[in-house]
């Protein structure tokens, strides 16, 4: 009999959710009838799945052991928790990183609620799929081909996943606690912080790489110009027209020399230490299909070491080596960088590999032909062939960089104006100063890659991405603007929309978010609902927005996730399980509960808040005093009640709560106290001053006071909102308005 497991429901939590703070892919699985059959009821199970992937031993599982899952695989576990390993487990061999994942059951048998991070939809989604083919392969006793699905999975992660000197940037923003977004699905360009505190990165490129810069460290004759003009040592040369001129050049200079495109990258086109014309005339033919002209230069002696300059400071440096093959007498050249170069484990096809594989490209071919060989050739025993000058440049020598000689790379990456610069540099000894030994500075590069910094294929690893981040951020900040989450059953768009209003009067650029659509400011922007994910993350996209009010419900919390990872502010209005219904949002299957409850829902709110920020809690709600001890900030009571217990508690240990008394609105903070204003003064309460009303009103003050906004400001909100500002006689008192009203008509 051949089982099977259905894919019911499928859809993406893309920010933090009742299960954990980053993205995660939540899908609904029905195992039928292996809810009967744990593993340890199915014949072979276990050793197909170990035999497949043997790294399912690292997995710690609930014992908290390596192992640990393998012990719960023999014990009996049942089949969703085991999909949920296996997915993981594929993911990490295609490059992801370490993930997060849960198996919870639901009141139908059979139904399992399956969440798994999801690092790239595309990518988590196809893993999936893997898993699930796997697990019922090995349950059914069939044959699975592990290593084609794994180069699936890792050609879509190599295309739709972050670049490893993308991720290095992003993990050294996420360790400092900076926010990101990624802006483009299958590209590298992120925003790091939120709006009006963020920048922007593209690989190693940022928001402060100014494009005249890149564009002069493409044009190589004009950057050498400009460097020589710096003082900084470059090799005599001049940009050539043909093949003859070439050779002109070549001779004027005197040999050795290097022909290289004037705009090339990434070394294509590069020959060096040529010796006679016709090399040159050679190099020439190659070189000018890879840029739109040529240079000759008087060649350098020395190994090619690659400098990293961030924000004017040398922060890594790589050396480049030569490659060579030792003839057997038996073996041809071909077959010897098969053997004793492409064999080495650290070179590859991937970035992930710090050395590329070596062929017989051009640039080799005529390499072989300056010592009377070819890839076919066989050497001497002995012999010592040549393949390539400078390879990858994949051995760090950060350490031993003169100090002189990294004072010259900054004033190079300076001269050229890029904030992050790979700086191409030829000498015999980085350790000693260049002036000495004719080394000089080749090349000039925008956007360098970080991989051979990040993963050398000899000595220690640097810290690059740090030292992006922190050139793009000053240690005092931290890319986040004020944002304020309104959550809770009831009463969040009038919350949300008098804190707008307050902050605008405070003179900072204003968004808002909520069910009556989108606000920059007082414009109206979206008439829709914008009380969702899309809607919250528009405003932190936009770069001017200095404070952000974003309504998000239950609906938003357990079907899509919170559009920020952390906020200063959040606010619960209030729980009320009996008003609200989740079938309505289509986010069940028929006849299963969510397997949540209302407490863990809306405490999602109060998990993400900063530790220098706030809760605002209703008092009056049962359910506030459980969620105090889940902030990590300060918590910030309002109460329509002055003599609600919860209030009374709170305030006698010294905090602050905002409530009403004898119909004014007080600031409360433990003994003390300041009075706002008359409930009669507020407008938007009415009178006919609903409780909800109420509660709105104080919910918002309570979130203005704990964002540091002024009592003058917080009074003018509650007085001004709603109101017609065009009208002379607004802020006025109500009697007086209607008499002035009346005068003025008279």
């Known amino acids: 009999m051949s089982h099977d497991i259905r894919i019911i429901k499928q859809f993406s939590l893309r920010g933090p959710s009742i299960w954990t703070y980053p993205p995660s892919l939540e899908t609904w699985i029905d195992i039928g009838d292996l809810e009967a059959l744990p593993s340890n009821k199915i014949p072979g199970l276990y050793e197909r799945l170990t035999a497949w992937l043997p790294s399912l031993i690292e997995h710690r599982c609930n014992y908290d052991e390596r192992g640990g899952f393998l ?3 023999q014990e009996g576990t049942w089949a969703g928790h085991i999909l949920e390993h296996i997915v993981l487990e594929l993911m990490s061999l295609a490059g992801l990183p370490d993930g997060f994942g849960r198996t919870r059951e639901t009141t139908t048998p059979g139904i399992y609620k399956l969440i798994v991070s999801d690092f790239h939809g595309e990518c988590t989604r196809l893993a999936l799929e893997q898993g699930r083919e796997l697990l019922l392969a090995a349950i059914n006793d069939q044959t699975y081909d592990l290593a084609a699905a794994n180069k699936a999975l890792r050609r879509k992660v190599d295309r739709k996943y972050l670049g490893p000197s993308t991720a290095a940037i992003v993990e050294a923003a996420e360790a400092r606690k900076i926010p990101h977004i990624r802006l483009l699905d299958d590209g590298n360009l992120v925003q790091l912080g939120y709006g009006a505190a963020m920048r922007r990165i593209w690989t190693a490129e940022t928001d402060q790489t100014s494009a005249i ?4 460290s493409r044009d190589k004759d004009l950057t050498k110009d400009l460097l020589a003009a710096a003082g900084v040592p470059v090799p005599e040369g001049r940009e050539v027209d043909s093949a003859d001129d070439a050779v002109d050049a070549a001779e004027d200079i005197g040999y050795p020399v290097v022909v290289k495109p004037t705009d090339g990258n990434h070394g294509r086109g590069v020959f060096i230490d040529l010796v006679s014309p016709d090399a040159v005339r050679k190099a020439y033919a190659i070189a000018v299909d890879e840029g739109s002209g040529v240079l000759v230069e008087r060649s350098i002696a020395g190994s090619e070491h690659r400098l990293l300059v961030v924000g004017d400071k040398l922060v890594a440096a790589n050396r480049s080596d030569l490659i060579t093959v030792t003839g057997d007498g038996q073996s041809s050249v071909l077959e010897l960088i098969a053997r004793q170069v492409n064999s080495d484990p650290r070179r590859g096809e991937s970035e992930l590999h710090p050395l590329s594989i070596i062929r017989i490209d051009t640039a080799a071919r005529i390499e072989l032909e300056r010592q009377n060989l070819s890839g076919d050739s066989v050497p001497a025993a002995g ?4 393949i390539q000058r400078n390879a990858n440049h994949a051995f760090d020598c950060t350490d031993e960089v003169h100090p002189e000689t990294a004072a010259i790379a900054a004033l190079a990456a300076r001269v050229v104006g890029l904030d992050i610069a790979g700086i191409d540099l030829v000498c015999r000894d980085i350790a000693q100063p260049l002036a000495g030994q004719g080394g000089a500075i080749v090349e000039v590069n925008a956007g360098p890659s970080l991989l051979m910094h990040l993963k050398p294929g000899i000595g220690k690893p640097r810290p690059v991405g740090q030292a992006i981040v922190d050139n793009l951020f000053a240690a005092e900040r931290s890319g986040r603007i004020p944002v304020i989450g309104v959550s809770g059953s009831r009463g969040k768009t009038p919350v949300a929309r008098l804190l707008a209003h307050m902050l605008h009067l405070s003179g900072l650029r204003s968004a808002l978010a909520c069910s009556a659509g989108l606000y920059l400011g007082n414009r109206h922007i979206q008439n829709k609902d914008a009380a969702n994910w899309a809607g919250g ?3 932190l996209l ?11 419900g239950s609906r938003v919390i357990l079907g899509e996730g919170l559009p920020y990872d952390r906020c200063q502010i959040g606010i619960v209005t209030n729980v009320l399980p009996d008003t609200e219904d989740l079938s309505a949002w289509d986010i069940q299957p028929t006849g299963s509960e969510y397997y949540t409850t209302w407490r863990a829902t809306y405490r999602t709110q109060i998990d993400v808040i900063l530790a220098s920020g706030a809760a605002v809690l209703n008092a009056e709600d049962p359910l506030t005093e459980e969620f105090i001890p889940l902030c ?3 918590v910030i009571l309002f109460s329509a009640d002055p003599d609600a217990p919860l209030l009374d508690q709170h305030l006698a240990a010294g905090k602050r709560a905002v409530y009403v008394s004898e ?35 104080l919910a918002a003050v309570a979130a203005a006071w704990g964002l540091g906004l002024s009592q003058d400001v917080i009074v003018t909100g509650l007085r001004t909102y709603g109101l017609d500002l065009a009208d002379p006689f607004a802020l006025l008192p109500r009697r007086a308005r209607k008499s002035a009203h009346l005068a003025n008509r008279i």
């Open 383 to 386: 012999r010592e062939v040549l």
């Open 542 to 552: 936009n770069r001017s927005v200095d404070a952000a009010v974003i309504e998000n």
């Open 632 to 634: 990590d900030g300060e």
């Open 537 to 539: 993350r528009r405003l």
């Open 71 to 73: 012990r719960r695989l």
């Open 663 to 697: 119909s004014r609105l007080y600031l409360g903070s433990g003994e003390e106290e300041s009075r706002l204003c008359r409930l009669g003064d507020v407008p938007f309460i009415g009178k006919e001053k609903h409780p909800h009303t109420i509660a709105a009103a």
């Open 213 to 216: 810069a890149e564009t002069i």
